[in-house]
């Protein structure tokens, strides 16, 4: 066994700046699929059928296809169709908002069954109509109650993010490679890089516990 | 006291899946009456009360709210705001300070400028005895309190009528006078209300007429006075019998 750290420490800064490419990919995913996420639940429980049946075709569709191959179908399949050849940031981001969006509909579709019955009552009988309440009243409680689950969607999109390393945008798991080839050695690149995605992961963890606790305060 | 029809309801018909709950109520309120709506459980009250905002739809007959016919429009919404409603699980909006509460229909609703909504919800908050909770969320208030902040926001949106759907049913009995006591100084001020109550003595003081349902029909409709002393048909008799 021959591990040498000493040889990548040098390299460190490098994947660091990975980061900010990383947490772009994220953010932008993190928000577009709850958006896109928000808008599925209500056509899930709008009881409208043609819009309640696309919805659950699309979740199982997302949920029944590999990531990887989503990504590539639309950074590699798309052009071939359109001509239009995506960035790998918009590639990654329309396809992580995309399947996130799949998932996060479910959640937020219970998160929104369970708030009281009572609430939707009031709101409607203080004449304030569907889309309005839906998103003061329903939607604000909802989503305190499925907040953890959020987190952990937006922790799975964090780490999904990786993928867009195999469409050469300089992630944290692309900086690490490249340093790998540069010196042939692999697993003390990997090895940082992993302990950078964990780090990224713990202070969520941490954060989102104490966003939780702020939103339970008036409990 | 009576002035103009403002519902009137023809033969009105509510079924849940083959239950049949209300069948065939024809009746009217006047502009200023105060209704007392009682029956043994399960006679239909609430339903009929829910079905006077159109919270639930009526499977048959019609609903005129100041001469027009809401049965079956669309702006459900447009006609809620003149038709107020009070629950018996208060419903107030957990994430929304006590003067939030009040203020968020008139704003949003109503559009109007938020200095003046405000203004106007602390003075409905002092006129159920709360000015000193409005900063104060829901969840720190009892059960009297919070009824009194729903008759409050209710009030915000200046309603025509206002629906109450068993107001003291969820309190400690301690706190089922503050709440009554509310409710009197509103009818002094002349506006139209419906209670679905099992407050006898309440309904007797104060109510104009009493509406007692009996199996989804209305058996009687009188005033107070006639139906406390000689009600007329064998199921109000029973009905008062074990209340009072």
């Known amino acids: 066994m021959n591990l040498d750290f000493s040889r990548v420490w040098g390299s460190i800064p490098f994947i660091l700046q990975g980061i900010p490419t990383t947490l772009q990919y994220t953010l932008l995913s993190v928000v577009f699929g709850f958006l896109l996420g928000v808008i599925l639940s209500l056509c899930k429980i709008s009881g409208i059928k043609p819009l309640d049946y696309f919805a659950q075709a699309y979740t199982s569709i997302f949920r029944g296809v590999p990531l990887i191959l989503m990504l590539s179908l639309v950074y590699f399949g798309i052009p071939q169709l359109t001509g239009y050849n995506f960035s790998a940031l918009e590639a990654g981001v329309i396809t992580f908002s995309l399947n996130s969006a799949a998932y996060v509909s479910e959640t937020i579709r219970a998160g929104i069954l369970a708030v009281d019955r009572g609430q939707r009552e009031a709101a409607m009988s203080l004449g304030v109509p569907y889309l309005l309440y839906m998103w003061d009243i329903i939607l604000p409680q909802a989503l305190k ?3 953890p689950a959020l987190v952990n969607e937006s922790i799975n999109l964090l780490k999904d993010t990786a993928l867009v390393s195999t469409l050469g945008a300089q992630d944290i798991l692309r900086s690490a490679q490249i340093v790998g080839a540069e010196k042939y050695l692999y697993f003390e690149p990997l090895i940082i890089a992993g302990v950078i995605y964990y780090v990224l992961v713990i202070t969520l963890t941490f954060g989102a516990t104490a966003l939780e606790k702020w939103m339970r305060r008036i409990d | 006291m009576t002035g103009d029809r403002i519902i009137q309801v023809e033969d009105l018909n509510k ?3 083959k239950l049949h709950v209300l069948k065939g109520i024809t009746t009217n309120i006047h502009k200023g009456e105060v209704v007392a709506i009682i029956g043994p459980s399960g006679c239909g009250k609430s339903t009929f009360l829910r079905c006077l905002n159109l919270l639930e739809e009526p499977t048959g007959g019609r609903i005129y709210f100041n001469g027009k016919d809401i049965s079956h429009i ?9 038709i107020g409603m009070v629950f018996q699980q208060f419903n107030l909006f957990p994430h929304k300070t006590v ?8 704003i949003k609703i109503k559009k109007i400028d938020k200095n003046e909504a405000k203004e106007k919800g ?3 908050l002092a006129k159920v005895g709360l000015q000193e909770k409005a900063d104060v969320y829901p969840s720190r208030l009892s059960g009297g309190q919070k009824q009194r902040v729903a008759i409050a926001r209710s009030l915000a949106m200046e309603p025509e009528v206002i629906l109450f759907d068993e107001p003291t049913s969820a309190l400690d009995p301690e706190m089922v006078k503050e709440v009554l006591d509310v409710m009197k100084s509103l ?3 002349g506006i139209t209300m419906a209670i679905v109550t099992h407050e006898m ?4 003081e104060v109510s104009d007429r009493i509406f007692f349902l009996d199996g ?8 107070p006075e006639n139906f406390f002393s000689q009600p007329q048909c064998d199921r109000a008799k029973q009905f008062l019998e074990k209340m009072l």
């Open chain 1, 145 to 147: 109650n499925i907040l």
């Open chain 2, 15 to 17: 079924s849940f899946g």
């Open chain 2, 74 to 82: 669309k702006e459900v919404a447009k006609i809620r705001q003149h």
């Open chain 2, 99 to 106: 003067l939030e509460n009040i203020t968020y229909a008139p």
């Open chain 2, 122 to 124: 602390l003075v409905l």
């Open chain 2, 187 to 189: 009818i002094s001020t």
């Open chain 2, 201 to 204: 003595n309440f309904a007797r």
């Open chain 2, 216 to 223: 989804g029909k209305l058996a009687e409709d009188a005033t």
